[in-house]
């Protein structure tokens, strides 16, 4: 920075300059000190988008004069003071970069004076139930840099300032504790809880935000108890309140729980907005993936010319998680805005992951790289006759995923690194998912292989060819002489309910044991009804150790001969399964995916249905797939299996039944419902109409979507799926990976009717036979876990609580219940930010869309989204995972899993034609890490930093509730990085923006212990206490490595010298 701006912003003490707590009034001795703070509060969504707030184009608002104004009054009268926000900073540093040098000066002279103070420190004021941690971090790291960079230390945020999300997260507040700040105002509260801590004088308490950790520190809301006459006013800030507080030594009542969901009066809970716009919230998730990759590959490429292009991304996806915008409370328009500013960023971003690729591939000619809507099946770049693909990992373990690329129905090659021919097989699109608007594609099928062990922080390429010696098609016919049904029911919950929701008998067949020989199937009949028995497992000595250290029984499986002619006939169930012995895998990987997939046993159960393929002039059986067909056949079975799972279809072609190779078997329906939404105006009724925030249903019966039960089985050597439509406008597809132990369910709904003019809120619920007591337990952020009871508060009862919509808690990466008694976990993954509650026990219910035609916050922010006229369709994927509840292994497997789905792998295509030959001589593999991780260890930030330094961000992202010994985990920094030998590293606070052995954390009085673990604590009676910890500076040594406890986050500032291939 110029000195002569550093002396300008250097408070000069002979004048009686001093700006932070230094510039806080003097409190006066036995009178009420009333602490003015003018602020302004700035919305970057709601009804308009930043450029019309800024200009006060098209309203009213306009940020631009209110910041020429406030300077203006400022400068006018020494006495005033005036309070900026994170919702106007990114409105002030656009307005910043446009004022002369003396419009700088009078700002420069307004902080060094105390007089013009900056609270919270976030780009926006961010959402505290749809954000992940991730994003979170990332946005203060941004801004606090950016705060840094331009006005030193008068500039620097002393609290963080919440003051209108509705609802607030404890991670959140972990996350705030562990960047410096030393309090953080929040607002606003659920009113009956908000009148409970009046009366008990607690607006301001103490909050413990993470047990694992033991950071903690105060937290004010904005509103105040206190009367009286003697008083005494004075202009302030929030740093010089929360001083005048801590100085009368408060002895503060603690908290361990969050503030969800927020309930604004006794007939409005805003848990609707947890859901709202999920196009919107998956898009941003997206956005997230691309960013941390361009920042990673930055650094490993050593790329120059990059830092506006960050700039930029990081500013918009900043913008994006703020409470207006990632909640989905603006209007369509400003949707529209947002989201094309994220797409042409990430457009943007494609020339670094082109100039990253071009040069750690080694070529000599520039091959181009593109993104494609993969989620909605279409790709403009893979129709031609060979292409080739690149799928970068930006995780630090190696990661195997399915990987589905949109193309004609032609026979294709797929060759990976190696040169070595790939299992591949065609697949069909849901039907749905074709009836999707602007796919512009008539590809109908997709090409699936299994890209196995992607390098962490790294790529492999695949090249992907037509066979050119002749042109087939897959044509599938049934040769069952009665073919499937149809079934068609009313939609009655009454009905509904007394046909699929009768109890199902649970047989515990669970073992204690983990080893048993082998897996046999004692029953030779397959079709499994409601009942939910028919499979009597043997014991199974031998097991799997996966490379996830996760021990998993998996199923005996193997194939009939292909020359059976047996397949010409008719349909049977009796399906004898020979027993095959379970051959153990050689060690422990720690660093392999939990998706991993082994390709060397292709086994797969045989079905009684044939494949018929032509050329373009006659039809030539070939008979049923053999291990190595690549089409897809049409199964009359009604179950899927792999090794691990086998799941059964009734009667009527539901889903009714999963069992695990372990013994573990429960019924499992899927079903789509909505609630109607209220329309208080229509009802003549005085309450708050729901809308984009407000979730409330005019009949707290749910109407079950079940039209019409269209069930189809579709099986390959590597995939078997379940296609299932319950309407013209929700259906999913069911698929088992063979050598997962997850079940995908890809949803696909929409367009919601509006022909009855009923605003409707769909969900998805998961029925099972588990007992969980009203107990269930959502995520935090994507971070700890945090249990949830079924009506009820932990530190309060709830005022008239609704008993559906004051349920639903924000779920971002996962929600599960648990059967005590049983030993069973039922845990589901989202790919976005989703409303989630276990309304009855056994059942998960997560929110998918939400379509009403009322509004809640008066500014025509209505959720009713349209593509061309239509309703909007909408497609996203859920992970099922069923295990033993008291196997921590199985837990660590979650905690990779959820990272997995939220940093999935990027599948980039080039349109560079590229012959095969050219394309071999390449570099089509890399790996950016030297060293594998321990488990549970992520690298949660990789940036080029300031002045020939780079930033990492280290985390160990277990709880202690996962593991079985301390947990505790060191990583050797020195020569992670591939061509980076590390010199020096010094440990900043979590935003990169402090160093951490120069804060010094305000200390607080508290009114008792907090205790040991929130989840244990919450609706029992067990209470055990733990002291305090908090943030420690620590030496690091680079030859022994950094440690990491559980839930941990380590930030460092390094410096490197780079090293040459």
């Not at 009604?638 to 069992?659: A, G, M, P, Q, R």
């Not at 036979?769 to 337990?777: A, E, Q, R, S, T």
Request: charged letters at 25%; a neutral charge.
């Amino acid at each position: 920075m110029d000195p002569e701006i550093v002396d300008l912003l250097t408070p000069f003490k002979g004048m009686g300059e001093a700006c932070g707590y230094d510039a806080c009034p003097i409190i006066r001795e036995g009178k009420i000190n009333v602490h003015i703070v003018p602020h302004t509060h700035a919305e970057l969504g709601y009804s308009k988008t930043f450029y019309d707030h800024f200009t006060g184009r098209k309203c009213k608002i306009n940020m631009k004069r209110i910041f020429d104004a406030t300077i203006s009054e400022l400068w006018a009268k020494e006495t005033r003071k005036f309070t900026l926000s994170g919702s106007e900073l990114p409105y002030f540093f656009y307005w910043w970069a446009r004022r002369d040098g003396t419009v700088r000066r009078m700002v420069y002279q307004l902080l060094r004076q105390g007089r013009l103070i900056l609270v919270g420190g976030s780009w926006g004021m961010p959402d505290e139930g749809s954000t992940s941690y991730q994003s979170i971090i990332d946005s203060y790291t941004y801004t606090l840099r950016k705060i840094n960079r331009t006005f030193l230390n008068c500039g620097r945020p002393l609290v963080a300032w919440q003051a209108d999300t509705f609802g607030h997260s404890r991670e959140y507040a972990s996350l705030v504790a562990q960047m410096g700040f030393d309090g953080m105002f929040i607002n606003p509260i659920s009113f009956d809880d908000e009148l409970v801590r009046m009366g008990q004088v607690a607006l301001e308490f103490l909050w413990r935000g993470s047990d694992d950790l033991g950071e903690k520190f105060c937290y004010v809301n904005e509103k105040s108890y206190r009367t009286g006459a003697d008083i005494h006013l004075e202009y302030s800030s929030p740093n010089c309140y929360l001083k005048a507080v801590h100085n009368s030594k408060p002895v503060l009542k603690t908290k361990q729980d969050d503030f969800f969901p927020f309930t604004y009066d006794k007939y409005s809970v805003m848990s609707g907005m947890f859901t709202s716009r999920p196009d919107l919230k998956f898009f941003i998730r997206e956005g997230n993936i691309y960013l941390q990759a361009a920042k990673q590959l930055q650094v490993l490429a050593s790329l120059e010319n990059q830092d506006k292009l960050l700039e930029d991304f990081m500013w918009i996806m900043g913008v994006m998680q703020d409470h207006n915008i990632i909640s989905g409370a603006l209007r369509e328009y400003g949707k529209g805005y947002y989201m094309k500013k994220l797409d042409d960023m990430i457009q943007r971003s494609m020339s670094l992951f082109e100039s990253a690729f071009n040069k750690l591939q080694n070529t000599t000619r520039t091959i181009k790289y593109n993104r494609c809507p993969f989620n909605i099946s279409s790709c403009p770049f893979t129709d031609s006759s060979s292409f080739h693909i690149l799928i970068y990992n930006p995780l630090a373990w190696t990661v195997s995923v399915p990987v589905r690329i949109p193309v004609v129905r032609e026979k294709y090659t797929v060759r990976d690194n190696t040169g070595k021919t790939m299992k591949a097989y065609l697949t069909r699109v849901s039907q749905h998912v074709l009836k999707i608007p602007l796919r512009n594609t008539t590809t109908d099928h997709e090409l699936l292989f299994i890209a196995q062990n992607i390098p962490p922080l790294g790529f492999r390429s695949y090249y992907i060819q037509k066979e050119s010696n002749v042109r087939k098609r897959s044509i599938i016919k049934k040769l069952n002489k009665n073919p499937q049904k149809k079934y068609y029911i009313g939609q009655t919950a009454e009905a509904y309910n007394k046909t699929y929701f009768e109890d199902v008998s649970y047989e515990d067949t669970e073992s204690d044991k983990i080893s048993h020989p082998k897996f046999v199937f004692t029953t030779k009949n397959d079709n499994f009804s409601n009942s939910g028995g028919g499979v009597d497992f043997a014991t199974i000595k031998n097991v799997v150790v996966d490379n996830n250290d996760v021990v998993t029984p998996r199923f005996s499986q193997k194939t009939k001969s292909t020359t059976d002619t047996s397949i010409f006939e008719d349909t049977t169930t009796d399906n004898d399964i020979s027993t095959t012995d379970i051959q153990m895998t050689e060690g422990v990987n720690e660093e392999s995916s939990t998706m991993s997939i082994n390709l060397q046993n292709q086994e797969v159960s045989t079905t009684t249905t044939a494949t018929i393929m032509d050329d373009d002039d006659d039809d030539n059986v070939v008979g049923k797939p053999s291990e190595d067909s690549y089409y897809y056949v049409e199964s009359n079975d009604t179950f899927i299996e792999n090794k691990y799972i086998k799941i059964h279809l009734d009667n009527f072609k539901k889903v009714s039944n999963i069992s695990l190779s372990n013994g573990i078997n429960t019924s499992l329906d899927i079903q789509y419902f909505y609630y109607v939404s209220d329309d208080p105006k229509k009802l003549h009724q005085e309450k708050h109409p729901p809308g984009v925030y407000i979730f409330r249903p005019m009949d707290l019966t749910p109407v079950p979507v079940i039209d019409v039960i269209d069930t189809r089985v579709f099986k390959t050597d590597l995939v078997q799926e379940i296609h299932s439509k319950y309407s013209e406008y929700a259906s999913f597809v069911l698929r088992l990976y063979q050598d997962n132990p997850v079940v995908e369910v890809d949803w696909t709904l929409g367009p919601v009717p509006e022909d009855d003019e009923l605003g409707k809120e769909v969900f998805i619920r998961y029925t099972t036979d588990l007992g969980n007591d009203g107990v269930f337990y959502t995520d935090a952020n994507g971070r700890q876990t945090i249990k949830r009871i079924r009506n009820m508060r932990p530190t309060y009862q709830p005022y008239h609580l609704n008993k559906i919509t004051g349920n639903f808690y924000p779920v971002t990466s996962k929600i599960y219940i648990e059967d005590k008694k049983q030993n069973v976990r039922f845990s589901i993954f989202n790919d976005r930010s989703q409303g989630g509650a276990s309304l009855i026990d056994g059942a998960l219910d997560i929110m998918v869309q939400r379509r009403i035609f009322t509004d809640d916050a008066g500014v025509q922010t209505i959720i009713n989204d349209t593509v061309n006229g239509q309703g909007v369709i909408i497609r996203g994927t859920h992970y099922l995972y069923l295990s033993k509840a008291d196997y921590k292994p199985y837990r660590v497997f979650e905690k990779k899993l959820a990272k997995e789905i939220e940093l999935r792998p990027l599948v980039l295509v080039s349109n560079s034609y590229v012959k095969y030959d050219d394309w071999f001589s390449l570099r089509n593999e890399f790996r950016g890490l030297n060293n594998k991780l321990p488990i549970g260890v992520h690298i949660l930030g990789l940036q080029e930093w300031n002045d020939g330094t780079i930033l990492i961000r280290l985390e160990n992202f277990l709880e202690k509730s996962d593991i079985v010994r301390s947990g505790v985990k060191f990583v050797v920094l020195k020569d992670l990085l591939h061509n980076i030998y590390i010199d020096k590293v010094k440990e900043t606070t979590l935003a990169g923006n402090m160093w951490l052995s120069d804060w010094l954390p305000l200390q607080w009085e508290k009114n008792g212990s907090f205790v040991r673990n929130f989840n244990e604590f919450y609706g029992s009676d067990k209470e055990e206490f733990s002291e305090d910890t908090g943030l420690k500076a620590m030496d690091v040594d680079l030859n022994n490595g950094v440690k990491l406890t559980p839930q941990q986050i380590r930030t460092f500032v390094v410096w490197y010298t780079k090293v040459k291939p």
